[in-house]
């Protein structure tokens, strides 16, 4: 549901840094998103469009990287990589939310024309 | 015009740019350039949230966000909560719903101060709805901030509001999964209120298995058992805040 807003706003971005570059295009824009984001792909690559409709991000390809979640785990001293959703540490077997990777959600890069 | 966000005062028509005219169709291909380095979309989000973060540390209230699914039981918890607390404590409210000011109104006869923001269609509140509901909060007033977020277990998830507590309750009749088919946000929770303890009988709610996917999906939580409505296991909830009260009033001197 939020994915409309979250699209609204990258448009609101990547339209506004076409316009300064003087492009008439925006070919590509590189997003990283976290598991833990609360952004479902989909919803946001068909708002993403729909939003895009007769401006310069019209034809523009949305590649997302999915960033996995990785939390920390204190008595190993290390960042493991977390099945969803499990948050032991596969060494000793410790709980831990101390999430390092798997919140993000960014723009990363745009390419324009 | 509010100096913080920018934004007419509870108006606030994002400036969308409207393309069309100027645009032409004539495109140039293989000439694509970078335009920009990286940019967090959540990050007017997060700014407000910073800004509300800051205002409660200098006036010293606890703030409180809660959520859950809609009828787990979010209003007559804080209800019981301000009757509880509000001669002890300075309690206020921020209730969000899609409509109507109903659970304002049944936190007022509770006996705190609640304004009401009804998002219309947004499924979740916002820093800047919280922002905005400040206007009419005198924090200096305050010791502690109670938020009840639209009932949704998805996007709550992803809007900080400069809170001090992420609360997620659930109620027995919800079923005892329910921790491990939203993850993203019970792995958020400071504290997990499971409610509805009185009718946990009658569905046959298994109380182990919850608390061992409660474990699971939301290691880091509070775990409190509470009937609302009878008010059993509500005291350890209340006890939870008040050393969160008391924590944050010393820390503001």
């Not at chain 2, 409660?56 to 787990?72: A, D, K, L, M, Y």
């Not at chain 2, 921020?94 to 109104?105: E, F």
């Not at chain 2, 993850?183 to 046959?204: C, G, H, Q, S, Y």
């Amino acid at each position: 549901m939020h994915e409309f807003g979250i699209a609204q706003g990258l448009m609101d971005v990547v339209l506004g840094r076409a316009r300064e570059a003087g492009a008439t295009r925006i070919e590509q824009v590189n997003l990283a998103i976290g598991v833990l984001a609360g952004v479902e792909e989909e919803a946001l690559q068909f708002a993403f469009r729909a939003l895009g409709e007769d401006t310069p991000a019209a034809e523009t390809r949305l590649v997302v990287e999915k960033i996995p979640l990785r939390c920390y785990c204190r008595p190993c001293d290390a960042v493991f990589e977390c099945k969803p959703f499990a948050y032991r540490c596969p060494t000793c077997g410790a709980a831990s939310a101390e999430v390092r990777t798997g919140k993000e959600l960014n723009l990363v890069s745009m390419e324009v024309s | 015009m509010c100096e913080t966000c920018g934004c007419a005062v509870n108006h606030h028509p994002h400036e969308h740019p409207h393309h069309g005219d100027d645009h032409d169709h004539h495109h140039d291909h293989g000439t694509a350039e970078s335009a920009g380095g990286p940019h967090a979309l959540l990050a007017m989000n997060d700014r407000l949230a910073a800004g509300n973060r800051r205002h409660f540390r200098e006036h010293g209230v606890t703030v409180v966000n809660i959520v859950s699914s809609p009828g787990s039981g979010k209003t007559a918890l804080l209800e019981r909560t301000i009757r509880t607390l509000a001669p002890e404590l300075r309690v206020a409210a921020i209730v969000g719903d899609l409509a109507t000011d109903n659970d304002a109104a049944r936190l007022r006869s509770a006996g705190a101060p609640a304004h009401q923001i009804t998002t219309g269609s947004a499924c979740h509140l916002d820093a800047h709805m919280i922002h905005h509901a400040l206007d009419d909060i005198r924090l200096g007033d305050l010791d502690l901030l109670l938020i009840e977020n639209v009932g949704n277990l998805v996007c709550p998830a992803a809007f900080d509001l400069g809170e001090d507590l992420f609360v997620v309750l659930l109620s027995t009749t919800e079923g005892e999964d329910k921790p491990l088919k939203y993850p993203v946000i019970f792995l958020k929770a400071d504290a997990v209120v499971l409610n509805k303890t009185d009718l946990a009988a009658a569905v046959e709610f298994k109380r182990d298995i919850a608390m061992a996917n409660i474990e699971t999906a939301a290691p880091k939580a509070k775990v409190f058992t509470t009937s609302a409505r009878t008010g059993d296991g509500v005291e350890a909830w209340l006890d939870y805040l008040r050393r969160h009260v008391k924590a944050k009033r010393s820390l503001a001197g």
